[in-house]
């Protein structure tokens, strides 16, 4: 097969989308070394997490002819290079499909990772949700098939756009490759460098509303002393930390929480996950919930929301909140730490579960079945 990729988040984005390109591809290759992949993307520079995917034997990148027309080349013009490529199948990664690849007569599928912009419109300006909205309606409707990274988000696909479940395959997300094998670094260094305490919850995130850190602060003022362990926050977002500054909780869950910020390092992020006590992962919604997963490879133990995409994520031996109601975080922290073998037992099924659902086999598998699915009609 010779098989094209809309890759600029994949070389430019360096967070959930860009992620989910890099994973993708990366098992894809491995798993599939016969096959073709050409990866179109704007320009970008240069950086060791992209560098692997130029080096490789049966992958080519081709980059837009000019940064200043980039936009429209990747909604236009990449179309002529896909017929000069002969390639017979192009996924767009991340909601978006060129104009004419049917025209062309090249087949295509597209990923969907949310409808967060649709079911909380609230969390996006309106310039943003509606770009976001006819972007993914128009490529859910002209694409072959239609890939949603979870159970949830095909429902949400059923619902607001109306395109045939049967149109819909879900092929779940893996994790970076570190998180399947044995590699740390020294946590005795980070505990130094970040002035970390020996036992904490873990979270990990984008520091903002969706994410939903402000309901901990409020279950931190129902837990007693003994139950309230440091919390390390992982993760940006200066412009909401201030309004979480201001929120009542804050007096009493300040002291608890520990801001990391810098850490650009996925094995110093891992080694953070194994020796956390547990991640705590209250979002709103989720179209997968990546740090759900990333924690269960690390035998840590989850309490996470019990809507949209997170149960599937976490599975059925996480513990589980209302994202909305305080009370429930704290019961859920306080029944974790009260309870070794509950723990104990969280960690280890946690782990096979993730291991067998979200593994590199298994998600490259189904992406794999999706594209000779498509070619054999």
């Given at each position: ?29 491995a798993h599939y070394p ?110 072959d098939r239609v890939v ?116 650009s390092d996925d094995l ?110």
């Amino acid at each position: 097969m010779r098989l094209g990729y809309d890759s600029k988040r994949l070389f430019r984005n360096f967070t959930g989308l860009g992620n989910y390109s890099r994973t993708t591809l990366w098992n894809l290759v491995a798993h599939y070394p016969d096959e073709a992949y050409h990866l179109y993307t704007p320009p970008f520079g240069e950086n060791p997490v992209t560098t692997p995917f130029r080096t490789l034997a049966n992958v080519d990148v081709h980059t837009a002819p000019f940064k200043s027309t980039a936009s429209l080349w990747r909604s236009y013009g990449v179309v002529r290079e896909l017929k000069r490529h002969r390639i017979e199948l192009y996924h767009g990664l991340s909601h978006e499909l060129p104009l004419g690849l049917q025209a062309a007569g090249i087949r295509s599928v597209v990923t969907v990772h949310d409808l967060i912009f649709r079911t909380h419109p609230q969390l996006y300006p309106l310039i943003d949700r509606t770009i976001y909205h006819l972007k993914t309606r128009y490529a859910c409707r002209t694409a072959d098939r239609v890939v949603a990274i979870s159970e949830a988000t095909k429902s949400q696909i059923v619902a607001e756009y109306g395109i045939p479940a049967e149109k819909i395959d879900v092929v779940y997300q893996s994790c970076d490759p570190l998180f399947f094998d044995d590699r740390t670094v020294d946590m005795a260094r980070l505990r130094q460098r970040y002035t970390l305490p020996d036992r904490y919850l873990l979270f990990v995130g984008s520091i903002t509303r969706r994410k939903n850190l402000e309901i901990v602060l409020e279950a931190y003022t129902q837990l007693d002393d003994r139950h309230r362990l440091p919390i390390i926050v992982v993760g940006r977002g200066s412009k909401h930390r201030a309004e979480l500054e201001r929120h009542r909780a804050f007096g009493t869950a300040s002291p608890y929480l520990h801001w990391i910020d810098d850490l650009s390092d996925d094995l110093a992020l891992k080694t953070l996950y194994r020796n956390a006590t547990a991640l705590i992962y209250p979002s709103l919604a989720e179209g997968f919930g990546l740090p759900v997963v990333e924690a269960l490879l690390s035998r840590t133990p989850v309490i996470t929301s019990d809507r949209s995409s997170l149960p599937e994520a976490g599975g059925p031996d996480s513990l589980y909140i209302d994202p909305t109601d305080a009370a429930t975080v704290a019961t859920a922290v306080a029944r974790l730490l009260d309870d070794p073998d509950l723990a104990q037992q969280m960690r280890e099924k946690g782990y096979h579960y993730a291991l067998n659902r979200f593994g590199p086999t298994a998600t490259a598998s189904s992406m794999m079945g999706v594209y000779r699915k498509i070619l054999a009609r």
